[in-house]
T-cell receptor, first 109, second 114 residues
Framework: DAKTTQPPSMDCAEGRAANLPCNHS???????VYWYRQIHSQGPQYIIH???NNETNEMASLIITEDRKSSTLILPHATLRDTAVYYC??????????FGAGTQVVVTP | SQTIHQWPATLVQPVGSPLSLECTVE??????LYWYRQAAGRGLQLLFY??????ISSEVPQNLSASRPQDRQFILSSKKLLLSDSGFYLC?????????????FGDGTRLSIL
């Protein structure tokens, strides 16, 4: 049972912000939202996670709606190296990471 | 800083041959360790996880086994490989008493069975 819904693919122009949506309408109060990405033929790379407040690190920003039913990962200035599959994962305390199909993001020149 | 190493990067094995994939973590103590498999075009499937030396939990019945002979070493094995064992095998670690801490992945081993 998938806890998250993501679009299968999206394109983004190099240098522009990439906004990746994720729906998690059944999220419970103690579950966090995690984002990973997987560049072709590499292992998944952790990006960011949050509970209800917006989070920012050197890679991206995570915006979680007030009702926590959806979130957006923002890559502020996409580069060609950001082309990857991006996974949005909802996870509670000590639960397993469950990877879905993710969003294939292609950054174009 | 912590690093995770997996080897080999690629492996081609005949059906019925044995397998041993190794994963080591540096820069941390008593990590939780994980083995995942990713079939072509599919998501990641958790195979095994370990919270300490000699402690292995299996997530799915299969032809594979895992061992943790040392604190930062995790080994994936098989006595006789099947065609269905082909895939991309990934090792990951997270801090002990993980709770909500993220997992960090190695670069994987791409295994092809002929």
């Amino acid at each position: 049972d998938a806890k998250t819904t993501q679009p299968p693919s999206m394109d983004c122009a190099e240098g522009r912000a990439a906004n990746l949506p994720c729906n998690h309408s059944t999220i419970s109060g103690n579950e966090y939202v995690y984002w990973y990405r997987q560049i072709h033929s590499q292992g998944p790379q952790y990006i960011i996670h949050g509970l209800k407040n917006n989070e920012t690190n050197e890679m991206a920003s995570l915006i979680i709606t007030e009702d926590r039913k959806s979130s957006t990962l923002i890559l502020p200035h996409a580069t060609l190296r950001d082309t990857a599959v991006y996974y949005c994962i909802v996870r509670g305390w000590k639960e397993k990471l469950q990877f879905g199909a993710g969003t294939q993001v292609v950054v174009t020149p | 800083s912590q690093t995770i190493h997996q080897w080999p990067a690629t492996l081609v094995q005949p059906v019925g041959s044995p397998l041993s994939l190794e994963c080591t973590v540096e820069g941390t103590s008593n990590p939780n360790l994980y083995w995942y498999r990713q079939a072509a075009g599919r998501g990641l499937q958790l195979l095994f996880y370990s919270v300490g030396i000699g402690q292995i939990s299996s997530e799915v019945p299969q032809n594979l086994s895992a061992s943790r002979p040392q604190d930062r070493q995790f080994i994936l094995s098989s006595k006789k490989l099947l065609l269905s064992d082909s895939g991309f095998y990934l090792c990951a670690w997270s801090p002990s008493l993980e709770g909500l801490q993220p997992q960090h992945f190695g670069d994987g081993t791409r295994l092809s069975i002929l």
